[in-house]
């Protein structure tokens, strides 16, 4: 059963909802650009920890213009670590894909004393001029699915993008994820470089990378970008997977995340 | 009524597959395939030559706007081309309209109000200081501004510009996106408090909100005419009587494309290549680049999705009797001219400052000179006096030049002043 909560942080000025489900040890997830679905593999993580998947400021119903109560990305983190002191979390397993990889590794940077195992799924962060990251909000959107994933026509590749019909749904769906774009691209516009190289040396927890090996928006060579960075970090690949091997092998990807944070 | 002569500074040279070769003809146009800075240097040269004609043939303004790695209009910094024409024309009453110099890509943004107090000192005080948000292709995909933050940061440097025009005491501006401790504009303009200002929108509700409440002359910088753009004016004067001002007419500015010949017949046979060039090649771009995620606020983009704007046909399967017939160009003979601008745009807009496009997309020099030539001969003077029995004073036009006319002076006088 999913519980859910909204939480006031930023002097009440930036409502957060958070996501629950599952017992056992915390662990808590970032979602990506495209806002949060409590999909197959948060519920497959939820078999063995307590999940929490806190929706990013301006991403949460209800709370859209809250997004203009922040300024930049230190902003962000303050908020989020301000949502972890809320749910009565103090250190706690972490992970995050895409745009909620780079959040949950600069939480890991900024508060490494709370973060105990790290798991972030293609993270963006860097930038290299010879294999720039596909900057998915030009793209157009009847597009983007078959940036984003390696099966654009999957049922699971359908579930996050949101439904076509009927033509309501549609029109939700579709306003979420642009104003999810909008809000996570708030941070990181218009190169997703924003210094984590300046502050990456302060994580002290195990990392692991699991990255999709038909990665189109950012290609898995950039997972040197943080094995080079962390000590002892590892990288697992995903194979049948893009930007969001969560998404296209849930099963798979909840199995290498949930090993790796449970050890 | 004033009318001026708008100019967009495009490439007239595209080859003939631009639309099927390239992706688009703003943000990535390959410009070592596409131009040469020589040939470039000519169109500029043009681009002047073009709109000092037309300030000597009467016309009561000569607008330049600003773009960026876009390939149908080349003018980084229209306010260049603003000194050129301010000096050029000195000693007449024709307005320096700059439609202009867009405020949330210049940092700090007051130095579009130094450049602005400028050309209002050389000019005379002959300066409209048009203040655009910029398109999301100019601001966000060509210099770097966060989609999100593009309308706050527009609006902060709006307030700042005002500010430094008109304070008396030097001042600290402690914003959000901007902080300066010792705001004190050298120069200042010439017009008191501050210069006319206009704000270009393309529909979006909240820039109607923003134009009625600061009082500012409204500006849809349409290509697609009149009847395309009724709905959406019409909802800009519903915000103008929601909020309680008149409806004067002057508040409004639209921007037309015109080409006159002197039948309709030869009107076609002159300009339908250059304007189909100008809607196939010119406005070629992904459609998406219009509205990155975050660019619109929440409630604008319910409201897009909801209810999109009515996708008009795909241009590029349109040819030039199509545009003439939808209104997106008045093409014709003087009389044709003359009772569509008067019938679509002044009156069915409720228009008082008309922007007129006569140079358009391929339209080489000698012709875009005939076409301007002979709308200020024959279509100009029928419509200028439009307005003067309702007894609306322009308050967005220069106090200098509201009441006069200017007149046809031969080549050279204007510069000779």
């Given at each position: 059963?999913?519980?859910?909560?909204?939480?006031?942080?930023?002097?009440?000025?930036?409502?957060?909802?958070?996501?629950?489900?599952?017992?056992?040890?915390?662990?808590?997830?970032?979602?990506?650009?495209?806002?949060?679905?409590?999909?197959?593999?948060?519920?497959?993580?939820?078999?063995?920890?307590?999940?929490?998947?806190?929706?990013?400021?301006?991403?949460?119903?209800?709370?859209?213009?809250?997004?203009?109560?922040?300024?930049?990305?230190?902003?962000?983190?303050?908020?989020?670590?301000?949502?972890?002191?809320?749910?009565?979390?103090?250190?706690?397993a972490m992970a995050?894909?895409?745009?909620?990889?780079?959040?949950?590794?600069?939480?890991?940077?900024?508060?490494?004393?709370?973060?105990?195992r790290l798991a972030l799924i293609?993270?963006?962060?860097?930038?290299?001029?010879?294999?720039?990251?596909?900057?998915?909000?030009?793209?157009?959107?009847?597009?983007?699915?078959?940036?984003?994933?390696?099966?654009?026509?999957?049922?699971?590749?359908?579930?996050?993008?949101?439904?076509?019909?009927?033509?309501?749904?549609?029109?939700?769906?579709?306003?979420?994820?642009?104003?999810?774009?909008?809000?996570?691209?708030?941070?990181?516009?218009?190169?997703?470089?924003?210094?984590?190289?300046?502050?990456?040396?302060?994580?002290?927890?195990?990392t692991l990378?699991v990255?999709?090996?038909?990665?189109?928006?950012?290609?898995?060579?950039?997972?040197?970008?943080?094995?080079?960075?962390?000590?002892?970090?590892?990288?697992?690949?995903?194979?049948?997977?893009?930007?969001?091997?969560?998404?296209?092998?849930?099963?798979?990807?909840?199995?290498?995340i949930?090993?790796f944070l449970?050890? | 009524?004033?009318?001026?002569?708008?100019?967009?500074?495009?490439?007239?040279?595209?080859?003939?597959?631009?639309?099927?070769?390239?992706?688009?003809?703003?943000?990535?146009?390959?410009?070592?395939?596409?131009?040469?800075?020589?040939?470039?240097?000519?169109?500029?040269?043009?681009?002047?030559?073009?709109?000092?004609?037309?300030?000597?043939?009467?016309?009561?303004?000569?607008?330049?706007?600003?773009?960026?790695?876009?390939?149908?209009?080349?003018?980084?910094?229209?306010?260049?081309?603003?000194?050129?024409?301010?000096?050029?024309?000195?000693?007449?009453?024709?307005?320096?309209?700059?439609?202009?110099?867009?405020?949330?890509?210049?940092?700090?943004?007051?130095?579009?109000?130094?450049?602005?107090?400028?050309?209002?000192?050389?000019?005379?005080?002959?300066?409209?200081?048009?203040?655009?948000?910029?398109?999301?292709?100019?601001?966000?995909?060509?210099?770097?501004?966060?989609?999100?933050?593009?309308?706050?940061?527009?609006?902060?440097?709006?307030?700042?510009?005002?500010?430094?025009?008109?304070?008396?005491?030097?001042?600290?501006?402690?914003?959000?996106?901007?902080?300066?401790?010792?705001?004190?504009?050298?120069?200042?303009?010439?017009?008191?408090?501050?210069?006319?200002?206009?704000?270009?929108?393309?529909?979006?509700?909240?820039?109607?909100?923003?134009?009625?409440?600061?009082?500012?002359?409204?500006?849809?910088?349409?290509?697609?005419?009149?009847?395309?753009?009724?709905?959406?004016?019409?909802?800009?004067?519903?915000?103008?009587?929601?909020?309680?001002?008149?409806?004067?007419?002057?508040?409004?500015?639209?921007?037309?494309?015109?080409?006159?010949?002197?039948?309709?017949?030869?009107?076609?046979?002159?300009?339908?290549?250059?304007?189909?060039?100008?809607?196939?090649?010119?406005?070629?771009?992904?459609?998406?680049?219009?509205?990155?995620?975050?660019?619109?606020?929440?409630?604008?983009?319910?409201?897009?999705?909801?209810?999109?704007?009515?996708?008009?046909?795909?241009?590029?399967?349109?040819?030039?009797?199509?545009?003439?017939?939808?209104?997106?160009?008045?093409?014709?003979?003087?009389?044709?001219?003359?009772?569509?601008?008067?019938?679509?745009?002044?009156?069915?807009?409720?228009?008082?400052?008309?922007?007129?496009?006569?140079?358009?997309?391929?339209?080489?020099?000698?012709?875009?000179?005939?076409?301007?030539?002979?709308?200020?001969?024959?279509?100009?003077?029928?419509?200028?006096?439009?307005?003067?029995?309702?007894?609306?004073?322009?308050?967005?036009?220069?106090?200098?030049?509201?009441?006069?006319?200017?007149?046809?002076?031969?080549?050279?006088?204007?510069?000779?002043?």
């Amino acid at each position: 059963m999913i519980r859910e909560q909204t939480l006031s942080v930023w002097q009440n000025r930036v409502r957060m909802r958070v996501l629950s489900d599952g017992s056992g040890p915390p662990l808590v997830y970032y979602h990506g650009p495209w806002g949060l679905t409590w999909d197959p593999f948060l519920q497959s993580l939820a078999e063995r920890f307590t999940v929490y998947a806190p929706e990013h400021p301006g991403t949460s119903p209800s709370a859209h213009d809250d997004i203009y109560h922040l300024d930049n990305l230190w902003d962000l983190v303050l908020c989020h670590e301000e949502l972890l002191t809320a749910l009565k979390l103090d250190e706690v397993a972490m992970a995050g894909h895409s745009f909620g990889g780079m959040v949950a590794c600069e939480m890991a940077a900024a508060y490494p004393r709370r973060v105990k195992r790290l798991a972030l799924i293609a993270p963006l962060g860097f930038w290299r001029d010879k294999e720039p990251v596909k900057n998915w909000m030009m793209v157009n959107p009847p597009e983007m699915p078959g940036w984003v994933f390696r099966d654009a026509g999957s049922e699971a590749a359908k579930q996050m993008i949101g439904p076509t019909e009927p033509p309501d749904a549609a029109a939700a769906a579709r306003v979420k994820l642009m104003w999810a774009m909008g809000a996570t691209g708030k941070f990181i516009w218009p190169i997703p470089d924003k210094g984590l190289k300046k502050r990456i040396h302060r994580v002290t927890s195990p990392t692991l990378l699991v990255w999709g090996k038909d990665d189109r928006i950012l290609p898995p060579v950039y997972s040197d970008e943080f094995t080079q960075r962390i000590p002892g970090a590892r990288l697992q690949t995903v194979a049948d997977a893009g930007h969001a091997p969560q998404v296209e092998q849930p099963q798979a990807v909840a199995r290498m995340i949930g090993e790796f944070l449970g050890a | 009524m004033k009318i001026s002569a708008f100019h967009l500074m495009p490439h007239r040279e595209l080859p003939p597959d631009f639309e099927k070769r390239y992706e688009s003809v703003w943000v990535t146009p390959p410009w070592h395939e596409l131009a040469e800075p020589r040939r470039v240097g000519q169109y500029y040269n043009w681009t002047l030559d073009e709109l000092l004609f037309a300030a000597r043939a009467g016309f009561d303004g000569v607008c330049t706007n600003e773009h960026h790695q876009n390939a149908y209009g080349f003018m980084p910094s229209p306010n260049i081309m603003g000194a050129v024409l301010a000096k050029a024309t000195n000693g007449s009453s024709v307005a320096i309209v700059q439609m202009g110099a867009t405020l949330p890509t210049s940092n700090p943004p007051i130095r579009v109000a130094e450049e602005y107090a400028m050309l209002d000192c050389i000019s005379g005080g002959r300066l409209v200081a048009g203040l655009p948000l910029g398109s999301p292709m100019d601001v966000n995909f060509c210099y770097g501004i966060t989609p999100m933050e593009h309308r706050e940061r527009y609006r902060e440097a709006f307030a700042l510009t005002l500010k430094a025009w008109q304070a008396r005491e030097i001042f600290a501006w402690n914003g959000r996106y901007f902080q300066l401790a010792n705001v004190n504009l050298w120069p200042r303009p010439i017009q008191q408090p501050h210069p006319p200002v206009w704000v270009p929108g393309s529909g979006s509700i909240s820039t109607f909100d923003f134009a009625v409440e600061h009082d500012v002359c409204y500006c849809f910088l349409s290509y697609s005419g009149a009847k395309a753009a009724k709905s959406m004016m019409d909802g800009y004067w519903q915000v103008v009587t929601d909020r309680g001002k008149d409806a004067n007419p002057y508040r409004a500015g639209f921007l037309q494309l015109v080409t006159v010949a002197e039948t309709d017949a030869q009107a076609e046979e002159k300009y339908a290549k250059h304007v189909e060039y100008f809607y196939h090649k010119c406005l070629h771009w992904p459609p998406q680049y219009l509205s990155p995620p975050g660019n619109q606020d929440y409630r604008s983009l319910v409201s897009a999705v909801a209810k999109p704007i009515r996708h008009a046909v795909d241009p590029k399967t349109l040819r030039y009797r199509d545009f003439v017939e939808k209104g997106y160009v008045i093409s014709g003979s003087p009389a044709t001219v003359r009772d569509r601008l008067k019938e679509e745009v002044i009156k069915g807009l409720n228009v008082g400052n008309l922007m007129v496009l006569l140079q358009i997309g391929s339209m080489p020099h000698e012709l875009t000179l005939e076409n301007m030539d002979l709308f200020a001969k024959k279509v100009l003077p029928e419509l200028r006096g439009h307005w003067n029995e309702e007894g609306w004073v322009n308050h967005w036009w220069p106090a200098g030049l509201r009441d006069t006319v200017p007149t046809a002076m031969p080549a050279g006088a204007a510069s000779r002043a």
